[in-house]
């Protein structure tokens, strides 16, 4: 199957920046697109940015100009740049990811466990 392993979430003060990475490995044949969500209590998951194989990428309009995200094919690793960070982007963030996997080049969709991003005020 597939891994995610996220890092790079933590506590920060309104106005600063983090980097958010996620590496997926395992029996992986092609890496689709890739994503960030993220959700706090009692709210759905919320879609912040995703970005296909050849760099096309999307924002949700709260986080445009101010998150980039960015993938190393190489690496199967996906990053969400966060700068200029609001209370209001505190939330767990979660990685996704639609591979195709080995033997058979079957559809997966992955998420990763989470990454908790608290910007205090």
């Known amino acids: 199957q597939v891994q995610l392993v996220e890092s790079g979430g933590g506590l920060v003060q309104a106005g600063g920046s983090l980097r958010l990475s996620c590496a997926a490995s395992?029996?992986?044949?092609?890496?689709?697109?890739m994503g960030w969500y993220r959700q706090t209590p009692g709210k759905q998951r919320e879609l912040v940015a995703t970005?296909?194989?050849?760099?096309?990428?999307n924002y949700v309009d709260s986080v445009k100009g101010r998150f980039t995200i960015s993938r190393d094919n190489a690496k199967n690793t996906v990053y969400l740049q966060m700068n200029s960070l609001k209370s209001e982007d505190t939330a767990v963030y979660y990685c996704?990811?639609?591979?195709?996997?080995?033997?058979?080049?079957?559809?997966?969709?992955?998420w990763g466990q989470g990454t908790l991003v608290t910007v205090s005020s």
């Open positions: 395992g029996s992986i044949l092609r890496i689709n697109a």
């Open positions: 996704n990811v639609l591979t195709l996997i080995l033997p058979y080049g079957t559809d997966l969709e992955v």
């Open positions: 970005i296909s194989t050849g760099g096309s990428a």
